[in-house]
């Protein structure tokens, strides 16, 4: 049997399997989707690259390792060379390793190369020229830039695409091939053609609690903690509706993840080609979720759904057909692959195995799935959040005291803080009763890891 593992970088649940944005377009994602299992409750870590993808490919909670954040990478905590990442493990299985795009966060920079048998180290991004007004008139950086490629040219995703295309071939056996496509990441420029697929007015987030954005509805975030009002970076949503460009940001996320989808079905028509895909097991994640205004919020860096929800889905040998609506982490695909293969992990996994789920099981887990997110002033000073989703509601807990519950059944996007304005009895007791399971669940919180010595 062969592993395509694929991550596609700060794709969010607006894919078509998930119900997602009214106007998406990702045909690739919903026939993967029919193939095989999807998770419709899966959730990061962290809403941030670099600690969300540490602690899926390595298996550990953020809290335990100090990687909480895109400054701190996975080797300040993990030694390289020893092979004990996710993949490190499946090489000392048999597998034959290969890998392309951005799938440890530090793409090409960060890779170890005692994982890989074979990894494209040699591509980079490319610089585009200013595409959008907005940027043009630097209200915003160069990295949020949006609109059609003015050169059209093959990218970074595109070129890898094809390398690892290449790398499958008929009757390979054993093979374990690394994916990682970069977008929809900013700056969200993509062909043309991917545009024009979204011609004129673009709905509104689903979430997004007004008609029309406007940033200066406080209202929509009046009800939350002053911790959580720290997470809400107001700049870019002021800078998109001054210049009139919100519903072009919207359009071009959209056509950012129509791009990705493209380049995934290239992946599944190759499998297809060389006889491989009734032989290969499909793994699809994404790093954490992204925002579009919705509680004035864009990007990821908060504990709301929008920003940790991500798309997960298995496919393949011995996977049956179906829909999962249990929470899982992405901590969980460690344990999982290494049930499914056989292969041995290294040290010590957090997540819990869901292969129950991927033969037709009944399965429930029994560990909570707990987000967090903030920031360390110093060592005494720790400004960390953390967030509890069980199967019906959503509870986090801030430094100061600050807390937020939502109903998730009820209200999926998080308008009304059952806690805002105190609290019965009954939902005190809940709120309480996820605090006391939170709180057992984390133990000990390291500092952030420091960078190793040279």
Same mark, same amino acid.
């Given at each position: 049997m062969n592993i395509l593992f694929a991550s596609i970088e700060d794709l969010n649940d607006w894919i078509e399997p998930l119900g997602g944005h009214p106007q998406v377009r990702t045909p690739n994602l919903s026939r993967l989707a029919k193939m095989g299992m999807l998770f419709h409750n899966a959730y990061a870590p962290v809403p941030a690259c670099s600690p969300s993808r540490t602690a899926a490919l390595f298996g550990q909670n953020p809290w335990e390792t100090g990687v909480y954040s895109n400054t701190e990478k996975w080797h300040y905590h993990y030694p390289s060379g020893q092979r004990l990442s996710l993949v490190g493990a499946m090489k000392n299985a048999g597998y034959t390793t290969v890998g392309a795009g951005k799938i440890f966060h530090l793409d090409v920079k960060g890779y170890d190369p005692a994982d890989w048998d074979d990894y494209k180290s040699d591509i980079r991004?490319? %610089? +585009?020229?200013?595409?959008? %007004?907005?940027?043009?008139?630097? %209200?915003?950086?160069? @990295?949020? &830039?949006?609109?059609?490629?003015?050169? &059209?040219?093959? &990218?970074?995703?595109?070129?890898?695409?094809?390398?690892?295309?290449?790398?499958?071939?008929p009757g390979l056996d054993h093979q374990f091939w690394g994916f990682g496509l970069y977008r929809p990441h900013l700056p969200f420029i993509v062909p043309k053609e991917y545009f024009d697929m979204y011609p004129g007015e673009i709905a509104p987030p689903p979430g997004l609690g007004q008609p029309t954005f406007r940033p200066g509805n406080s209202k929509l975030i009046d009800d939350l903690p002053e911790e959580a009002q720290k997470f809400i970076g107001r700049w870019t949503g002021w800078a998109l509706h001054k210049f009139g460009e919100y519903n072009d940001f919207l359009r071009a996320y959209l056509a950012?993840?129509? +791009?990705?989808?493209? @380049? @995934?079905?290239?992946?599944?028509?190759?499998?297809?080609?060389?006889?491989?895909?009734?032989n290969t097991l499909i793994v699809l994640w994404s790093d954490h979720g992204w925002q579009l205004g919705e509680k004035l919020t864009f990007r990821k860096f908060s504990l709301w759904e929008r920003a940790l929800r991500v798309p997960l889905m298995v496919a393949g040998p011995g996977v049956v057909r179906g829909d999962c609506h249990e929470p899982v982490s992405?901590?969980?695909? +460690?344990?999982?692959?290494?049930? @499914?293969?056989?292969?041995?992990?290294?040290?010590?996994? &957090?997540?819990?195995d869901f292969s129950p789920v991927l033969r037709g099981e009944h399965w429930e887990r029994k560990k909570p799935v707990v987000s967090v997110w903030g920031t360390w002033g110093s060592p005494e000073d720790g400004r960390i959040a953390f967030s509890l989703r069980s199967k019906t509601h959503r509870y986090t807990l801030y430094w100061n005291g600050g807390e937020e519950m939502y109903d998730s059944e009820a209200d999926p996007f998080e308008h009304v803080n059952l806690l805002a304005n105190g609290a019965g009895d009954n939902l005190r007791g809940l709120a309480n009763h996820y605090q006391s399971i939170m709180n057992a669940a984390i133990g000990d919180i390291v500092p952030p890891a420091a960078e190793p010595d040279a």
């Open positions: 991004h490319r %610089k +585009y020229p200013i595409v959008s %007004k907005v940027v043009a008139a630097g %209200k915003l950086g160069r @990295l949020t &830039d949006f609109g059609p490629d003015p050169e &059209d040219r093959a &990218d970074f995703d595109a070129v890898n695409t094809d390398w690892i295309c290449d790398r499958i071939q950012s993840i129509t +791009y990705a989808d493209t @380049l @995934l079905g290239k992946v599944l028509d190759r499998l297809e080609e060389t006889g491989q895909m009734d992405l901590l969980d695909i +460690y344990p999982t692959l290494m049930s @499914l293969t056989g292969a041995r992990a290294a040290h010590r996994l &957090d997540g819990e």
